[in-house]
């Protein structure tokens, strides 16, 4: 049987033609035989038909695809590559499984779904990327990342070629294309550049794309985006972009067709025309160049928000607000222009039409506005619309338009504007997507036009068709290279494959005298028409032959292009090739004075791609190529620039040259394409329609891929993969699994005995079209052969076992029958002989009964007898027994009462012996005790430090009287300064008068002399009025100097009534100050001899109880009260140092329990007194005991008075600086005020200063532990007895302070009415001075200048007074100070004491709570400087080594860290707090965001949370405190409340987590789908047809001994694990990390099995359930809760999804099992079911049943069938109790912080 007879046997499926459908399926009626003419077939219809046949059978129909091979994401792939199975392959996924990616071979063939499929979201760009090519399904996306790929490791330029007919999607492939580039190639330091390439589309869209009858959003323009990368450390960014166009579509600008629309810009900014009234738009139907089409709209698009998106994208891209403006400005000029109305003329004179001329109206409104809006003259542009300028040889020639030219050159015109603008815009784009930098390489992405055919082709068709001629001449020898490269590469033998050359066609359109020549030659010609143009075509290129004229008429031509053969109408061909506007409507617009206008109008048509190719060229590796037609082009150029018409180029010549270029760019790169079909005219959603796919099919050049496949070897299996598929097909002797190549060799030997059906490669055999399908044939044939002998087989064994089964229980039936008889007789014969036996024992039986009874009754009468005489008996004997027994115990009961009774009287008589005397001996020793004599032994040493105490107080209020004196004095020096200074002044001005007057009479004695002569008669006259002078001037003398002595004894008795007044003051208050000391004195004697006497007696009996402890203890006294203890706690006991503040509020329980125990043995020391008595000889040995206790409390009592003089000291000192300035100041009553606040600040400082004595009692009341455990509940309560006292003395004194200080204020207030007294006195004397010296201007300069030397020898005396003051000032203010420094340094030392007496002790320290809260220093507290934090939260974050962390408690650093907070608590130090937090923080977060080790990011992570839960638990908040011990809450934070950095602390977990998480899946990600989605015995058979297989190892085997990867992943599970618990990382917190990773895993593995069709089916679901099986396995074996299994769920339900049935019976079982999977998740799988040989088909129906209970479900609707990878759960941080004790955790010495941290 020949391999055709086998393949066309009954029952094979065929293709046959169809007139409607193109291709039918049939099923072969009848076996063909070799020379047979006929084929009967059935169609799917059911019809029959007779195909004809040739003999030699090399017309036989085409045969289907294997059902294996349908389907298949590689069209190459297929067995038989023919027509029919690549439309039925097509077919199959775009209707039936709704993918619309497929490959054919380099070819991505992308379907229009005219639906929004979820193909393009961030999730399916994470899954594509890192993938090669064809190993996940067909997408854009995996095109562009194979490009990206090669772009990285080959640094190379590549681009990617979307094609197409309008409609079919290329313009959204292409942006998608952009996308994916922007988002794989973003950099964090450009993120602008990504937004700028993706908002160009919206403006491109705009201004380039409109609406056709085959397309709402068409672009009408080609493009060729350039994405420029660089380098940067071996990855490519995302640097820039360049965009290049190609003949835009000018003539929509004045004409669209039926159901079309223009350009969207025009109707968007008619959508907006509110925001822009200043241009004066109306809606779009009212304007000529928008209502043609009468389809103004689209469906659900919003123009205006489109119109908001194109203004945004254009603000991105740098566009100003002043250019977008005028940008509208020029749109809706052109809007207006095309509203010009052009009229008939008529002639002058006459009614009759001008059909050479035409009129537009001056007050035309658009004529108006469209000058206003472009800022031209209206009359220019009327004119020039009106008037062409025509020109001669020498002159020029105006000639009017009629109606027709005016409307087409207002047409030009517009076009002409368009085209400019639209020009200009892409040059600011270009300009902003590129920043100038050098790029390394480029990926271009070209968006152009498809092969078109209408029923009228004109000139735009015309390029279009020329553009595909030489972009699929280009493909096809791209896709020969690549045919040839592959077979080299694998080593075998080729032949040149015969493909389709469409170079005559390309030559018959751009050689010379071809098409565009002799196009170009007619526009050259004055009078050229497309008439003459088509005749000349017909004459010059008939020769051609694809060119074919027209049977009828010269106004067409056909080109037969690859495609089709397109018919061309020449009318218009020479107009729009010239594409000519008006010179002088151009220069009128480039007068305008709107800047843009005028810089649009300049702009020259300029080739962007041959520019930036020759840019590129021009620079190699940083140096200038020097060209040698560089003048030329130089020449070109400039050329170029001058606007004649001679040198301007047409359409045509322009645009073959930017195909050049275009050309030349690509094939400098490594091409990547996109075809591009659209399934339906009507935009239905996966409608298919044949005859248009077909027929885009052939013209975008995808059946020519499959025709250069099937020319060669297009089935290529690698070695294992056919090894693992066709095994079946050799016998076992040819089968050798160490050489693989070799068993498949002979594998194809045995099967196929063409050697040309076959290659070996190296790593791949290459089939022939139609042998794998062969192959498969042979193997389902013996597949059949084999199933039906183990089907006999099992069939033999199920019969004869069943025969066997049956056979058995017929025997067992007649066994068991001819049992049942023999035993029914059997039991008859037992039954008759049991009666006679039953009978015979019967009557034995009842004579045995009556005999028996008999004997018994007479047995029981004389056994009843015989027990009544023995109870008779026995009852004798008991009751004389006991009546002995009685008569002994009274008899001795009588006996010990009567002694016991005499016993008790002696010990009565005893006693009270014994009580007498008792009593006399304490009456003697208490009299003894009061004796003066006594108390001065006693408290001798008392006695003179109080004496010595009065003597230093009395200084200090000497020198405080002497001070108050002293100041007194000043202030009166001051005011005697003032006087003197005044009588200073006024004897300067006597003195000058006296000087005056002597002058005047030295002038007078000289004229007395002159005049003596003459004047001798008046001698006499003169000498008796002399004598009347001298005697006036005794007489004043005589009162001056009495009123001299009225004011010295004036100022003298002030003097003394001041002093006298001082000493009074100061005698009144050394006399109450002594009486009050004196008075407190005797109140502290006789408080100290009550003190002391009770202490005596407890010292007696604390040495009694050292003698009879043994015997105290067989007393059971109960407690009583002692008289002293009750009395010290009933008095009235508040305050700081009191005892009720200190022992019984602030006492732990546990230690009042103790006091209470320690009450209790005092109080049987206390009754027991009258016992202790009779131990009088221990009263010596005592009395040293208490010498000695006395003597080590005398430092205390000491310094506690020394402390409370310094107080005292310094208090006066301030009194007396505060007097001092309220006596110059004048502020006695603020000042009263502050003196009495500072009291208030001096008690509560003395009440402080009590307390840390009282510490120092305590501290010496430790010593006392020395005596015996027996005396430490007696040393203790003479403690407490002398601590009482203390308080007691410390009370009075407080009193008496506040006693002094009234009396002090109350004096003070006194002294400063008497000094106002003294002021105003002082005040009348001064009046009295002056006015004496007044009267004294005569008076005689001597005694002036006596008065003089007096007030000078004063004013001395008060300036020294006053600088002893002032000095002595200074020293007391010394002296202060000295003083407080040594109290600042006593109470340091005092402090430090404390702490190192409380450390050493505090396990028994009953005491140790007496202080007062505040004052302790808590245990578990690391002393730091703030200087070292840096240090230590270097050494404690960065420095810290896993290892080290492991030998260390869990959350080790966070303990530390707290303790430190708490030291920075008990300074109250604040800045010191927020730093130690701040830097943590910082650090942490500069940790997480690094890149660092998981060890370390779990360890921070655990530290954080301890560090939290601490500052939960230490925070004084009830709910986390209410865990907490005694000494916990203790050591709550007293100062600060952290809140807000608890809630920091939280976030930084979280942010700890997120990155230990990602970075965690970062490590698993490549583990995740070999883990999940293979097994390591059947992975090989992974990747059969559709997957290209470019990454896999040709060189594995079956036997290839790898670790399974399912364990790999559990390992690196695993080891996480290990280390979240060497780190200490709590479970919970563990379970939601590893809950998160296996929502990870699920993501990951579901998203793959969602893309790649090729593996969903049964097979795949038992592997998942097992591998996901080992997972639970392992997360039961660590004893995990359920919840982390949960995120598997989604992938747990696809494996039992794929192993279910598929049938309409099953649609409800299979919704209640998909309980966690959407919808469009269950329909993915559904539809990429990858069905096996013998399994059913599922059914539409099924499919539509199943997606209705879907739907119904109440889930949430979604559309997307990913799981999003990047989703991470949110972290609950939940708090935990420790009950760790920060005073036993101690710093190790490794972590090098000894120098840093001290504990205290």
């Avoid at 222009?337 to 009229?343: C, H, K, P, R």
């Avoid at 076009?415 to 050098?438: D, E, P, T, W």
């Avoid at 004649?644 to 322009?654: A, I, R």
């Avoid at 007044?1061 to 000391?1077: C, F, G, M, S, V």
Wanted: glycine share 4%; hydrophobic share 35%.
């Amino acid at each position: 049987m020949s391999s055709e007879e086998m393949l066309y046997a009954k029952g094979s499926k065929i293709w046959i033609p169809h007139a409607e459908q193109v291709w039918e399926s049939a099923t072969l009626e009848e076996s063909y035989r070799k020379g047979a003419a006929l084929l009967k077939v059935q169609t799917e219809s059911g019809a029959l038909k007779d195909i004809k046949v040739k003999p030699d059978g090399s017309d036989l129909p085409p045969l289907r695809n294997p059902a294996i091979l349908v389907g298949q994401n590689d069209l190459t792939t297929l067995s038989y590559l023919h027509e029919p199975g690549v439309l039925y392959n097509l077919r199959v996924r775009f209707c039936e499984r709704q993918i619309i990616y497929t490959y054919c071979g380099i070819i991505l063939v992308a379907f229009n779904p005219y639906a929004d499929l979820p193909l393009y979201g961030p999730n399916i760009i994470r899954a594509y990327r890192g993938h090669a090519m064809g190993e996940l399904e067909p997408h854009i996306f995996a095109l562009a990342e194979e490009a990206y790929t090669k772009l990285e490791r080959e640094n190379c330029n590549l681009s990617i070629i979307v094609s197409g007919e309008s409609g079919a999607g290329k313009t959204v492939s292409a942006k998608y294309a952009m996308r994916y580039f922007a988002a794989v190639g973003g950099s964090e330091s450009e993120t602008q550049v990504e937004r700028k390439v993706l908002a160009s589309s919206p403006i491109m869209e705009a201004f380039g794309n409109a609406k056709t009858t085959r397309n709402d959003n068409s672009s009408r323009f080609g493009k060729f985006t350039k994405l420029l990368f660089r380098n940067h450390m071996g990855v490519m960014y995302l640097q820039g972009a360049t965009m290049h166009t190609y003949l835009l579509e000018k003539s929509r600008v004045v004409y669209q067709a039926q159901g079309e629309r223009n350009y969207h810009i025009f109707y968007q900014l008619c959508a907006a025309r509110a925001k822009y009234p200043e241009l004066v738009l109306e809606h779009q139907d009212k304007y000529q160049f928008l209502n043609m089409g009468g389809a103004s709209d689209i469906e659900r698009i919003s123009d205006a928000d489109q119109f908001n998106e194109t203004v945004q994208a254009m603000t991105v891209l740098g566009f100003s607000i002043q250019q977008i403006a005028d940008i509208v400005k020029i749109l809706a000029g052109i809007l207006h222009l095309g509203n010009i109305e052009v009229s008939k003329k008529y002639k002058d004179g006459n009614e009759e039409e001008d059909t050479e001329a035409c009129e537009i109206f001056q007050n035309n409104m658009h004529l108006q506005v469209t000058a206003d809006l472009l800022r031209i003259n209206a009359d220019d542009l009327r004119r020039w619309l009106l008037m062409r300028k025509i020109e001669s040889v020498n002159e020029y020639v105006l000639i009017p338009n009629n109606i027709e030219m005016a409307m087409a050159a207002r047409d030009a015109l517009a076009k002409h504007i368009y085209a400019k603008l639209f020009q200009y815009i892409v040059g600011v784009l270009n300009k902003s997507l590129n920043n100038g930098s050098k790029q390394c390489s480029f990926i271009g992405v070209l968006d152009i036009y498809g092969f078109e055919t209408f029923e009228v082709n004109s000139f735009e068709q015309f390029c279009i068709n020329y553009a595909n001629e030489k972009l699929q001449q280009q493909f096809n020898q791209h896709v020969f290279k690549l045919e040839q490269e592959e077979y080299l590469k694998e080593g075998i033998t080729w032949t040149m494959i015969d493909f389709y050359d469409n170079q005559p066609c390309i030559d018959l359109i751009e050689t010379r005298l071809g098409v565009l020549d002799l196009l170009d030659e007619e526009c050259r010609m004055p009078k050229g028409s497309d008439e003459s143009w088509a005749g000349k075509l017909i004459d010059k290129c008939i020769k051609f032959p694809h060119f074919e004229k027209p049977r009828f008429g010269t106004t067409s031509f056909f080109i037969k292009h690859f495609s089709d053969t397109v018919e061309y109408d020449v009318n218009g061909f020479l107009e729009k090739n010239r594409d000519t506007v008006s010179k002088e409507l151009t220069s009128v617009m480039a007068q305008s004075n709107m800047s843009l206008c005028k810089q649009v109008m300049i702009l020259e048509e300029v080739d962007t791609l041959s520019t930036d190719a020759n840019k590129n060229t021009s620079t190699l590796g940083g140096r200038v190529v020097i060209s040698a037609n560089r003048k030329q082009q130089l020449n070109e150029t400039r050329r170029r620039v001058v606007p004649s018409k001679q040198h301007k180029k047409t359409v045509g010549s322009q645009f073959q040259e930017s195909l050049a270029s275009l050309i030349s760019t690509l094939h400098a790169t490594t091409p990547h394409y996109v075809r591009c079909i659209k399934p339906n005219d009507e935009k239905i959603a996966f409608k298919w329609e044949t005859t248009k796919i077909i027929q885009q099919l052939r013209a975008c050049g995808v059946l020519e891929t499959v025709r250069i496949s099937a020319a060669g070897f297009p089935s290529r299996w690698l070695y294992p993969d056919f090894y693992m598929r066709y095994q079946l097909l050799a016998y076992r002797n040819q089968i050798d699994k160490s050489d693989m190549k070799q068993s498949c060799r002979n594998i194809v030997l045995k099967w196929i005995q063409d050697e040309d059906k076959y290659r070996f490669g190296n790593t791949q055999i290459f089939f022939r079209a139609g042998q794998v399908a062969y192959l498969e044939q042979v193997r389902a044939n013996l597949r059949k052969k084999y199933i039906t002998i183990v089907q006999s087989v099992v069939r033999r064994f199920i019969k004869r076992r069943r025969y066997l089964k049956l056979q058995a229980i017929i025997s067992g039936v007649q066994r068991h029958a001819r049992g049942y008889l023999a035993r029914a007789r059997a039991q008859k014969m037992r039954e008759v002989r049991a009666a006679l036996i039953l009978s015979k024992y019967a009557r034995g039986w009842l004579c045995r009964r009556r005999y028996l009874r008999l004997c018994h009754s007479v047995a029981g009468i004389q056994q009843y007898a015989r027990g009544m005489l023995a109870r008779t008996r026995f009852f004798a004997m008991r009751d004389y027994y006991r009546a002995v027994q009685i008569q002994r115990f009274v008899r001795g009961v009588l006996a010990r009462r009567a002694y016991q009774k005499r016993r008790r009287s002696i010990i009565i008589c005893q006693a009270a012996v014994r009580r007498f005397l008792a009593r006399r001996q304490f009456k003697r020793m208490k009299a003894e005790a009061k004796t003066i004599s006594h108390m001065e032994n006693k408290y001798m040493g008392l006695e003179n430090k109080i004496i010595s105490m009065q003597q230093r107080i009395d200084e200090l209020n000497r020198d405080n009287s002497n001070l108050k004196h002293k100041t007194s004095e000043i202030s009166v020096l001051k005011m005697k300064l003032e006087m003197k200074k005044n009588l200073e002044f006024e004897f300067k001005n006597i003195k000058a008068a006296c000087l005056d007057k002597d002058k005047l009479i030295e002038a007078l004695n000289k004229q007395l002399e002159s005049e003596r002569d003459e004047k001798m008669q008046l001698l006499e006259e003169n000498g008796h009025s002399q004598e009347d002078w001298c005697s006036q001037k005794q007489m004043w003398c005589m009162e001056n100097e009495e009123l001299r002595r009225q004011v010295d004894s004036m100022i003298e008795m002030a003097k003394n009534s001041e002093g006298n007044q001082k000493e009074r003051e100061e005698r009144l208050l050394a006399e109450i100050d002594n009486k009050e000391l004196n008075e407190a004195y005797q109140r502290a004697i006789k408080d100290k001899e009550v003190i002391e006497n009770e202490n005596y007696s407890l010292k007696e009996e604390l040495s009694r109880m050292q003698q009879h402890h043994n015997g105290l203890s067989s007393f059971g006294m109960r407690h009583a009260r002692s008289a002293s203890n009750a009395s010290s706690q009933n008095d009235e006991d508040i305050g700081y140092g009191s005892a009720k503040n200190t022992l019984d509020i602030n006492r732990p329980p546990d230690l009042i329990n103790k006091s209470d125990s320690f009450f209790d043995s005092t109080s049987i020391v206390v009754k027991l007194r009258s016992i202790l008595e009779e131990e009088k000889q221990k009263h010596k040995y005592l009395q040293e005991q208490y010498v000695k206790l006395a003597s080590r409390n005398k430092p205390t009592e000491d310094s506690f008075r020394v402390s409370e003089l310094e107080v005292e000291n310094e208090k006066l000192r301030s009194d007396y600086d505060q007097l001092r300035t309220s006596i110059k100041h004048g502020v006695e009553i603020n000042e009263l005020n502050a003196q009495h606040a500072a009291l208030q600040e001096e008690v509560r400082r003395r009440r402080e200063e009590c307390i840390q004595l009282k510490a120092v009692l305590l501290q010496q009341s430790q010593t006392l532990r020395s005596f015996d455990p027996a005396n430490d509940s007696g040393n203790v309560n003479e403690l407490m007895e002398a601590f009482q006292s203390q308080k007691l003395v410390n009370r009075q004194l407080e009193s008496e302070l506040k006693a002094i200080t009234e009396e002090h204020n109350s004096k003070l207030v006194e002294m400063t009415q008497a000094i106002e007294r003294l002021n105003l006195e002082k005040g009348d004397l001064q009046e009295v001075l002056f006015k004496s010296i007044d009267e004294f201007d005569q008076a005689n300069v001597d005694t002036l200048k006596q008065n003089d030397r007096y007030l000078r020898l004063e004013l001395k005396k008060a300036i020294t007074q006053y600088l002893l003051v002032q000095e002595e000032l200074k020293l007391a203010n010394a002296k202060l100070s000295a003083y407080r420094q040594d109290g600042g340094k006593l109470e340091n030392k005092l402090e430090e004491e404390m702490i190192r007496n409380k450390v050493a002790n505090n396990s028994t320290d009953v005491g140790a709570n007496v202080a007062k809260q505040k004052s302790q220093n808590p245990l578990g507290l690391m002393k730091f400087h703030n200087s070292d934090l840096d240090k230590i939260l270097q050494r404690l974050l960065s420095n810290l080594q896993p290892r080290t962390v492991v030998g260390l408690l869990p959350g080790f650093p966070a303990y530390l860290i707290f303790m430190c907070i708490r030291y920075t608590d008990l300074t109250n130090s604040e800045d010191d707090v927020r730093e130690l937090l701040s830097k943590f923080v910082m650090q942490i977060k500069k940790m997480h965001r690094t890149p660092h080790p998981i060890e370390n990011r779990v360890i921070w992570l655990v530290n954080s949370i301890t560090l939290l839960n601490l500052l939960k638990q230490y925070g004084d908040v009830e709910e986390y405190v209410k865990f907490n011990t005694e000494k916990q809450n203790q050591q709550q934070l007293k100062n600060f409340n952290l809140f807000e950095y608890r809630r920091v602390i939280l976030d930084l977990i979280v942010n700890l987590y997120q990155a230990l998480v990602m970075q965690i899946q970062g490590l698993l990600d490549p583990k995740i789908v070999p883990a999940i989605l293979n097994n390591d015995e059947i992975q090989r058979t992974r990747h059969p047809h559709g997957m290209r297989n470019r990454n896999m190892d040709a060189t594995s085997s079956p036997e290839h001994g790898n670790i399974p990867a399912w364990k790999q992943l559990i390992g690196q599970l695993e080891h996480f694990y290990k280390q979240f618990q060497h780190f200490g990382l709590d479970a919970v917190y563990a379970e939601q990390i590893f809950s998160q990773l296996l929502y990870f895993v699920c993501a990951v593995a579901l998203n793959c099995l969602m893309l790649r069709g090729d593996i969903c089916m049964w097979e795949t679901g038992m592997i998942i359930r097992y591998n996901l099986g080992c997972i639970e396995d392992w997360v039961r074996d660590k004893k995990m809760s359920n919840d982390v299994l949960s995120p598997l769920a989604p992938l747990n339900q696809v494996s039992q999804l794929l192993q279910s049935r598929k049938s309409e019976e099953d649609v409800q079982t299979i919704c209640d099992l998909c309980t966690s999977l959407n919808t469009a998740q269950v329909l993915k799988v559904m539809k990429s079911y990858k069905l096996d040989d013998y399994e059913s088909e599922i059914t539409n129906v099924f499919l539509d049943k199943l997606t209705q209970k879907l739907n119904a479900r109440q889930m949430a609707k979604s559309d997307e069938f990913t799981m999003d990878q990047k989703f991470i759960h949110p972290f609950k941080v939940l708090f935990k109790y420790s009950d760790i004790k920060l005073e036993e955790i101690e710093l190790p010495s490794h972590l090098n912080l000894d120098e840093f941290l001290t504990k205290i």
